[in-house]
């Protein structure tokens, strides 16, 4: 049980409050992996809440022919930016894998990468960016390559009292060319099964340098350094990718888990090293990537940096709460617990359902996976307070008219991600929408009227805003 709950407001104040810790206090950002490890049965009596920083570490910076993210950096962040969108392809593609909007919204890239494991979708496209890890502590700041900073299955090679500050990439650039692709066993909310990241450099039409990075193939990322010895030199014709692939696939020892056996990643691995150097060599490893991302996310102004004592002050669907002894809590439990606000449903309690979506700052996010401290300073929307006064929302209303809710149990988190996307994206596509509620199980198969009553929504939300400005 979390006993002690710090929420530092400057950097220096973390690694000063990391330096006084004891082994079973641990970081937190946003949550998205360290409340999971919470919920089933992760020894820790105390948290450093690092989310306060975000003035600090929550940043994205060029600096010549390389891309920096402060560790606060989200996966949203990274599809959102033209800067790695350009030259860092592989990335923005894993980052678009990573869970589902709700998760994009709050998972950090650095949160992946200390977490450690070879299915975490970013790290291989880390990899083959050449990425470089600062870390910083009261001693001061060094600097980690990938391989180096990624020492083994959920371990690094961060010391006691130290944090990830930044990570920075290589640019893609003029001449070099990537991609990342991933095997689950679904399209959003997966685990990987296999992941690979390649980045390849030109001369004219010569491969000059090759990287191929695989996840989920062994304790850590893998590199495999005869397939990429092979590329170099050849123009990437047919005979070469084929030749890649297979030494690819010749060069792991695969792992044999529930998600997959050995066999069936070795065969894997080479279907899908080949097929990237294939989108690569024809020019469309960006086919597939959305042009505008649904991010859910629609920010409010940035509020000042409330000092938390204890107690939550936070503003829930326009009143002021608040609530007390809950730093043990996830938000999900301490609104329904400490505020009596039930609407929202624990359906998993580990990101998984999409029951508890509610929006945080006008982020979409799953409850169940913040720590109620959190939203100490923060303005909440629950489904509670969607109405406007005795008015549906329009999402709602939809949802009634076109009979859309069957239990009912995963409706709150259904209106709540089509709600936010209404207002983030008023003319959705069919893509959009399935994008949006792709966090959101309804376990009574009823997705048909979902989404014919979140597209229904945007149309009265489109007609409104074409009467609001006469057109």
């Given at each position: 049980?979390?006993?002690?709950?710090?929420?530092?407001?400057?950097?220096?104040?973390?690694?000063?409050?990391?330096?006084?810790?004891?082994?079973?206090?641990?970081?937190?950002a946003?949550?998205?992996?360290?409340?999971?490890?919470?919920?089933?049965?992760?020894?820790?009596?105390?948290?450093?809440?690092?989310?306060?920083?975000?003035?600090?570490?929550?940043?994205?910076?060029?600096?010549?022919d390389?891309?920096?993210?402060?560790?606060?950096?989200?996966?949203?962040?990274?599809?959102?930016?033209?800067?790695?969108?350009?030259?860092?392809?592989?990335?923005?593609?894993?980052?678009?894998e990573?869970?589902?909007?709700?998760?994009?919204?709050?998972?950090?890239?650095?949160?992946?990468?200390?977490?450690?494991?070879?299915?975490?979708?970013?790290?291989?496209?880390?990899?083959?960016?050449?990425?470089?890890?600062?870390?910083?502590?009261?001693?001061?700041?060094?600097?980690?390559?990938?391989?180096?900073f990624?020492?083994?299955?959920?371990?690094?090679?961060?010391?006691?009292?130290?944090?990830?500050?930044?990570?920075?990439?290589?640019?893609?650039?003029?001449?070099?060319?990537?991609?990342?692709?991933?095997?689950?066993?679904?399209?959003a909310?997966?685990?990987?099964?296999?992941?690979?990241?390649v980045?390849?450099?030109?001369?004219?039409?010569?491969?000059?340098?090759?990287?191929?990075?695989?996840?989920?193939?062994?304790?850590?990322i893998?590199?495999?350094?005869?397939?990429?010895?092979?590329?170099?030199?050849?123009?990437?014709?047919?005979?070469?990718?084929?030749?890649?692939?297979?030494?690819?696939?010749?060069?792991?020892?695969?792992?044999?888990?529930?998600?997959?056996?050995?066999?069936?990643?070795?065969?894997?691995?080479?279907a899908?090293?080949?097929?990237?150097?294939?989108?690569?060599?024809?020019?469309t490893?960006?086919?597939?990537?959305?042009?505008?991302?649904?991010?859910?996310?629609?920010?409010?102004?940035?509020?000042?940096?409330?000092?938390?004592?204890?107690?939550?002050?936070?503003?829930?669907?326009?009143?002021?709460?608040?609530?007390?002894?809950?730093?043990?809590?996830?938000?999900?439990?301490?609104?329904?617990?400490?505020?009596?606000?039930?609407?929202?449903?624990?359906?998993?309690?580990e990101?998984?359902?999409?029951?508890?979506?509610?929006?945080?700052?006008?982020?979409?996010?799953?409850?169940?996976?913040?720590?109620?401290?959190?939203?100490?300073?923060?303005?909440?929307?629950?489904?509670?307070?969607?109405?406007?006064?005795?008015?549906?929302?329009?999402?709602?209303?939809?949802?009634?008219?076109?009979?859309?809710?069957?239990?009912?149990?995963?409706?709150?988190?259904?209106?709540?991600?089509?709600?936010?996307?209404?207002?983030?994206?008023?003319?959705?596509?069919?893509?959009?929408?399935?994008?949006?509620?792709?966090?959101?199980?309804?376990?009574?198969?009823?997705?048909?009227?979902?989404?014919?009553?979140?597209?229904?929504?945007?149309?009265?939300?489109?007609?409104?805003?074409?009467?609001?400005?006469?057109?």
């Amino acid at each position: 049980m979390i006993e002690v709950y710090r929420r530092p407001t400057s950097l220096a104040d973390a690694l000063s409050e990391l330096a006084r810790a004891g082994a079973d206090t641990r970081l937190i950002a946003g949550g998205t992996d360290v409340m999971v490890e919470l919920g089933r049965g992760s020894k820790a009596t105390g948290l450093i809440d690092l989310s306060a920083l975000e003035p600090e570490l929550r940043f994205i910076a060029e600096d010549g022919d390389r891309l920096t993210m402060g560790a606060l950096t989200t996966h949203n962040d990274i599809l959102g930016s033209p800067a790695f969108r350009r030259d860092a392809l592989p990335l923005v593609q894993a980052c678009a894998e990573v869970g589902a909007p709700q998760i994009r919204a709050r998972g950090t890239v650095a949160g992946n990468l200390v977490t450690a494991s070879p299915a975490n979708d970013t790290i291989a496209a880390l990899f083959v960016l050449d990425a470089e890890v600062e870390v910083a502590g009261l001693a001061g700041c060094r600097r980690l390559g990938i391989a180096d900073f990624c020492t083994g299955f959920r371990t690094t090679a961060l010391a006691p009292g130290e944090l990830v500050r930044s990570i920075s990439i290589r640019k893609l650039g003029p001449t070099r060319r990537g991609m990342f692709l991933k095997l689950g066993l679904r399209k959003a909310q997966a685990i990987s099964v296999i992941s690979v990241a390649v980045a390849l450099e030109f001369d004219g039409p010569r491969v000059i340098e090759a990287r191929i990075a695989l996840g989920c193939v062994a304790p850590t990322i893998v590199r495999v350094p005869e397939a990429e010895v092979s590329l170099v030199g050849s123009t990437l014709d047919r005979a070469a990718r084929l030749r890649a692939a297979a030494l690819a696939a010749a060069a792991i020892a695969p792992i044999d888990d529930i998600r997959a056996s050995a066999a069936y990643r070795r065969t894997t691995v080479a279907a899908l090293v080949e097929r990237a150097l294939d989108q690569i060599a024809d020019g469309t490893e960006a086919n597939g990537l959305a042009v505008e991302p649904v991010l859910l996310e629609t920010l409010s102004p940035a509020q000042a940096v409330l000092p938390f004592t204890g107690s939550v002050d936070t503003t829930i669907n326009g009143r002021r709460y608040q609530l007390e002894d809950v730093q043990h809590l996830s938000l999900l439990d301490a609104l329904r617990d400490a505020a009596g606000l039930t609407g929202s449903k624990e359906g998993c309690a580990e990101g998984e359902c999409g029951a508890c979506t509610m929006w945080l700052d006008g982020r979409a996010v799953m409850s169940c996976l913040v720590p109620a401290p959190q939203a100490h300073g923060a303005a909440i929307t629950t489904i509670e307070g969607l109405a406007d006064g005795e008015a549906l929302h329009e999402v709602q209303q939809a949802f009634i008219d076109h009979g859309a809710v069957q239990c009912g149990f995963c409706i709150p988190g259904m209106i709540m991600a089509g709600a936010k996307l209404v207002e983030e994206c008023p003319d959705p596509t069919t893509a959009d929408i399935r994008s949006a509620i792709s966090g959101n199980i309804c376990r009574c198969t009823g997705y048909a009227k979902i989404l014919t009553a979140i597209a229904s929504a945007a149309d009265v939300e489109a007609e409104t805003q074409r009467i609001e400005v006469g057109t």
